[in-house]
C-alpha cells in the first residue's frame, strides 16, 4: 500500500506488495522489491536497487548522492539485497566513478540508529551498525574467514575497528590489549 501522502516518480519500479508510508519521497530509478516496507519520511533516490524484504525506518536517506567534493554528478548507484533493517535516519549513499561506481549492501543486515555508509563502501551479510557507526568511503566490510581493517567515526575518529566477519559480524571497536595500551 502505498500512502497518498507519500511522492513515488512515476519512474520507480514498485513490486505490488510495497508498502510507503506517509509523506515519504521515492525517486526515479529507485527498484523496491517484494515486501519491502519504507515508513513514513524516508527518502530513496537513484538509481537504487533494493531486493525483498527490506524495512527502512522514518527519516532514512538512501541512495542519494556520495558525499564527496570530487562527485560532480557522474551517474552511480546503490544495490542492496533483501532482508536489511534501515533503522531511524541511516544514510546509505551511491558510489563514485574514482572506483566502480556502486555502493554494495549485502543481506541480513541491521543499521541502528543514524548509522551510515559512504560512496564505494561493500557491505557483506549478516553484519549489525550500531547507533551512529559509520564507513567513510571505499571501505570494504565483507563476510569472509579474515578480519577488516575500518574505521569508527562517531567516538574517536582514529580509532581502528574491525568487521569480525563469523555467522553474525559486528562493527566494534577492538579491545585493549597490554601492547596497545596508551601509557
Known sequence: MIDARAIVSPEAELASDVSVGPF?????????????VVGPHAVINGPTRIGADNRIFQFASIGDAPQDKKYQGEPTRLEIGDRN??????????????DKGVTVIGSDNLFMAFSHVA??????????????????GHVP??????????????????????C?????SRVTRPRRTRSTRRG
Open 24 to 36: 515519504s519521497i521515492i525517486g526515479p530509478r529507485v527498484q523496491l522489491g517484494p515486501r519491502t
Open 85 to 98: 533493517v534501515f533503522r531511524e535516519s541511516c544514510t546509505i549513499n551511491r558510489g563514485t566513478t574514482l
Open 119 to 136: 560512496h564505494d563502501c561493500v557491505v557483506g551479510d549478516k553484519t549489525v551498525f550500531a547507533n551512529c557507526a559509520a564507513l567513510g
Open 141 to 162: 566490510c565483507i563476510s569472509s574467514p579474515r578480519s577488516v581493517p575500518m574505521r569508527f567515526s562517531p567516538a574517536a575518529p582514529s580509532s581502528p575497528v574491525t
Open 164 to 168: 569480525r566477519p563469523s555467522s553474525w
